[in-house]
T-cell receptor, first 114, second 114 residues
Framework: DGGITQSPKYLFRKEGQNVTLSCEQNLNHDAMYWYRQDPGQGLRLIYY???????QKGDIAEGYSVSREKKESFPLTVTSAQKNPTAFYLCASSTGGGSVDTQYFGPGTRLTVL | SQKIEQNSEALNIQEGKTATLTCNYT??????LQWYRQDPGRGPVFLLL?????KEKRKERLKVTFDTTLKQSLFHITASQPADSATYLC?????????????FGSGTRLQVQP
């Protein structure tokens, strides 16, 4: 089955701890994205990567970090510097190649800071 | 400032009627616009894409229009069914910044009553 997976589905973290959210895709897509969604709101772009070993900040990158060492993987680390990390995190991928086309989303990870 | 606006109030309609959702944008020059469906607790799913030089796109019971003069896209679902109940998000790619990523509206929740 081709698709994009995120793990875990639910994640609890204590204040002051860093936590890494996993995102893997087997669609052979070049581009990958991380979004944050708060209740009743749209998706806000955190980071995106057009190609391996390259990524750009989105609109709300502060307190987050990413890496793109493999085409299939784009993990997101929520650091202790993120002031309000409780949210629903969505990873997406697209074919890329210089244009932004259809995005395929994972099932999301709901992060709760205790 | 740049904005993408969707009606934040839920749209309630009767089964069989046509649902019409609106996406307005300001201070963007979109290359194209996309519509996604999102069910509670899940990632969005792509529905339709319309380019700046297209007036209308159709797919089965779905129709999207794009008016770059009015800076508006309309999303129609004809012969609506209770299974169409979900949140619908519009998203665009702008030519302004060269950023190869989507910017999303906050979504409109559609409730189709049987």
């Amino acid at each position: 089955d081709g698709g994009i997976t995120q793990s875990p589905k639910y994640l609890f973290r204590k204040e002051g701890q860093n936590v890494t959210l996993s995102c893997e895709q087997n669609l052979n897509h070049d581009a990958m994205y991380w979004y944050r969604q708060d209740p009743g709101q749209g998706l806000r772009l955190i980071y995106y990567s057009q190609i391996v070993n390259d990524f750009q900040k989105g609109d709300i990158a502060e307190g987050y970090s990413v890496s793109r060492e493999k085409k299939e993987s784009f993990p997101l680390t929520v650091t202790s510097a993120q002031k309000n990390p409780t949210a629903f995190y969505l990873c997406a991928s697209s074919t890329g190649g210089g244009s932004v086309d259809t995005q395929y989303f994972g099932p999301g990870t709901r992060l709760t800071v205790l | 400032s740049q904005k993408i606006e969707q009606n934040s109030e839920a749209l309630n309609i009767q089964e069989g009627k046509t649902a019409t959702l609106t996406c307005n944008y300001t201070n963007y020059s979109p290359a194209y616009l996309q519509w996604y469906r999102q069910d509670p607790g899940r990632g969005p799913v792509f529905l339709l894409l319309i380019r700046e030089n297209e007036k209308e796109k159709r797919k089965e019971r779905l129709k999207v229009t794009f008016d770059t003069t009015l800076k508006q896209s309309l999303f129609h679902i004809t012969a609506s069914q209770p299974a169409d109940s979900a949140t619908y998000l519009c998203a665009l790619v702008t030519r302004d910044t060269g950023r190869r990523a989507l910017t999303f509206g906050s979504g409109t929740r559609l409730q189709v009553q049987p």
